[in-house]
């Protein structure tokens, strides 16, 4: 393409292909193979393994210039939050550290898959800052076992008297490790009051952990008094899942994360702005609008939605995201960008098309903590809204179904199909700890933990046999 000649944006735009997963396919295999300079002139480091279609997971590749431009990115942001929040820096800090789940792999080539924890986005500079105030001692990701991790997690969150700052990714990560402090305080406090391990005998530790956890509705302050902040996602998917732990957590501010895709640093959050910020030094940026055409950063207006396009350090080239922003004004020249979901997740039966984005708005009513619509088990032509039976009562399952129906047939084609009996009635299954299930899927398709999207809409059908308990 001649890259050493593009002298401007508007000529590289014009020169690039806009590329696709797909168009890289080829190109990332090459790579895993042990292929040199297919895509950028500095080594691959690492590749990153991010979630995919049924074929199975996207693979990611880094350069070392790749991830320093991550850490742009999170520097800027962990300086802001220093700033407008020190009482972050006056205890330790949970940074989200994912269980193996599996052994170490390279690819064929030779090339580690994945990054050895959430921290190593952070440097050889900044690393060593944080590991000092870590609440969870960075071995405990090296357990295979994700019930053995979980319960070692809880137990030194559990131990820590002094936590800070709280962040993850999801916040379904960071829920189910409380709701683990739920179920297991009893057993947690008598390890915490004889001490295991690297664990010291704390029996007054202990008797405040039975003292708080023992309520219904446990004030987790009482238990970490110096916390000040919880980060991870709070945007589309995410946000009634991030109001539930921002409940959960009352009293603790909780900031939302900006839009951090496997794939590179979109938005960061900034302290005295209304939404996160286009992280400008992290890599190039083009806006697609609904007609098809890329603009950049400057050209963009407020309230509009575009999907991004996204060139990196570690050769993805003019490459579509699939994720979906909305413009909420500009930060200087920068503009303040909302996530407003997936437009590239996608199910569609019989020409309903319907869309990550557009699930969203309709779920978002009913402020549940899981809530999934798949296609309905064969021979079934329809859907299922898949929930908590620990949540909805079977007194609840028409409503909620109602609700949601209404919401889904404010797609026309999806009106359409219904009215002509394409599509059956949107069916209620009620199932036991389906987020359980999710999770696993998600580890199952070489996902992090930590990393596992909350469920909104899949496209996959069999997830009323994969669910336990799933009842009507």
């Known amino acids: 393409m001649g890259f050493a000649g593009i002298r401007d944006s508007a000529e590289y735009r014009a020169r690039v292909p806009q590329t696709t997963y797909g168009d890289l396919l080829p190109l990332v295999n090459r790579i895993a193979s042990g292929e040199a300079g297919v895509l950028t002139a500095g080594a691959v480091v690492t590749i990153e393994e991010t979630s995919g279609s049924t074929g199975g997971p996207k693979r990611i590749p880094y350069t070392a210039a790749g991830l320093d431009a991550f850490r ?40 580690p898959i994945g990054l050895p924890g959430d921290a190593a986005y952070l440097g ?10 870590l609440a969870v001692p960075p071995d405990i990701g090296m357990l295979a076992d994700i019930a053995e991790w979980r319960d070692a997690t809880c137990l030194h969150l559990l ?37 295991r391990g690297d664990v010291a005998p704390n029996a007054s530790r202990a008797g405040l952990v039975r003292c708080v956890l023992a309520h219904r509705e446990p004030d987790f302050r009482e238990l970490w008094p110096r916390l000040a902040l919880a980060s991870c996602w709070d945007h589309a998917a995410s946000r009634p899942f991030a109001d539930a732990l921002r409940l959960a957590l009352r009293g603790v501010t909780l900031q939302g994360k900006g839009l951090l895709a496997t794939e590179g640093v979109v938005s960061i959050p900034l302290s005295d702005t209304p939404m996160p910020v286009l992280a400008v030094d992290s890599g190039f940026y083009e806006f697609r609008d609904g007609t098809g055409r890329n603009l950049i950063a400057g050209e963009v207006s407020a309230g509009s939605d575009y999907e991004v396009v996204m060139t990196t350090e570690s050769g993805l080239y003019r490459y ?10 500009f930060e200087g020249e920068a503009p303040m960008l909302e996530f407003i979901g997936r437009g590239a997740q996608v199910s569609d039966l019989c020409g309903e098309k319907l869309s990550e984005d557009f699930v969203t708005a309709g779920l978002a009513l ?18 299922s809204l898949f929930v908590d039976a620990a949540e909805v009562d079977r007194e609840s399952v028409a409503t909620i179904g109602g609700t949601v129906e209404q919401a889904l047939c404010r797609n026309p084609q999806y009106a359409y199909a219904r009215r002509l009996g394409q599509l059956a009635p949107l069916e209620v299954r009620r199932c036991v700890r389906p987020l359980e299930t999710w999770l696993r899927a998600g580890l199952e398709r070489g996902q992090r933990l930590s990393v596992v999207k909350p469920p909104v809409l899949s496209a996959e059908h ?5 669910f336990q308990g799933a009842a009507p």
């Open 159 to 195: 131990a820590c008297e002094d936590l800070a700052f709280i962040s993850v990714w999801s916040p379904t990560f960071f829920s189910d490790l409380l709701e683990h402090l739920r179920l297991e305080w009893a057993r947690l406090a008598n390890i915490i009051e004889q001490g």
């Open 462 to 466: 069999g997830w009323a046999s994969r």
């Open 320 to 329: 579509a995201t699939g994720d979906r922003v909305r413009v909420h004004g």
């Open 366 to 383: 009913l402020r549940l903590r899981f809530a999934l619509v798949a296609p309905a088990a064969v021979p079934r032509r329809g859907y």
């Open 72 to 111: 742009r990115a999170l520097t800027a942001w962990l300086d802001d939050l220093a700033t407008a929040f020190p009482a972050v820096a006056s205890g330790r800090s949970y940074w989200a550290i994912s269980p193996v789940a599996r052994a170490p792999r390279t690819t064929p080539g030779g090339i």
């Open 124 to 133: 050889e500079n900044l690393a060593p800052l944080v590991a000092e105030t």
